[in-house]
C-alpha cells in the first residue's frame, strides 16, 4: 500500500486553482519615519479588537516590544495619539484606540478601497495575463 503523501511533499496547487489577486500597499511617510503603513494598520486593529497590546501582538505573531515600538512612533507621528495604553490594575492594563486612531484607521482603509477601485480596470487586463 502507498504511503500518502505529507504536506509538504505534496505538488502546489495548478496555476488555475490560485485566485489573482492586488493588493496596493500604501505608506504614510513623516519624514524619514513611516507613520502609517500595512503592518502598523493590523496592528491597530488588532489593538482595536482586542483591547490589549500584548494580545494585539500575539495575535499577528509579533512581539511585544516589536508592538509597543510601533505604537510609539505612530503616536509620535501624529498630532494626536491614536494608542492610549494603560498601566496595571485588577486586569493589567490595556490598549485601546483613541478617538484619532479610529478615524486614521477608518482614512486608511477608505485609501485602500479607493486604490483598488481606482485601478479596477487595469487589473481586469493586467489579470488576464496570468496563468
Known amino acids: 500500500m502507498p504511503k500518502p503523501a505529507s ?6 496547487p495548478p496555476a488555475a486553482a490560485i485566485a489573482p489577486l492586488v493588493r496596493p500597499r500604501i505608506r504614510v511617510l513623516r519624514g524619514a519615519d513611516v507613520a502609517l503603513g500595512p503592518g502598523k494598520v493590523a ?30 512612533t505612530m503616536n509620535a507621528c501624529f498630532r494626536e495619539p491614536l494608542v492610549a495604553s494603560r ?7 490595556g490598549a485601546s484606540l483613541t478617538d484619532t486612531g479610529r478615524r486614521v484607521l477608518a482614512l486608511y482603509r477608505q ?9 479596477a480596470a487595469t487589473w481586469d487586463e493586467l489579470r488576464a495575463y496570468l496563468g
Open 43 to 72: 496592528l491597530l486593529a488588532a489593538i482595536a479588537e482586542h483591547d490589549c497590546l500584548t494580545a494585539a501582538a500575539e495575535s499577528l505573531g509579533m512581539s511585544y516590544m516589536r508592538a509597543w515600538r510601533l505604537v510609539q
Open 111 to 119: 485609501m485602500e478601497q479607493a486604490s483598488v477601485d481606482a485601478i
Open 87 to 93: 498601566r496595571g490594575g485588577k486586569r493589567h492594563g
Open 7 to 12: 504536506p509538504s511533499s505534496a505538488s502546489p
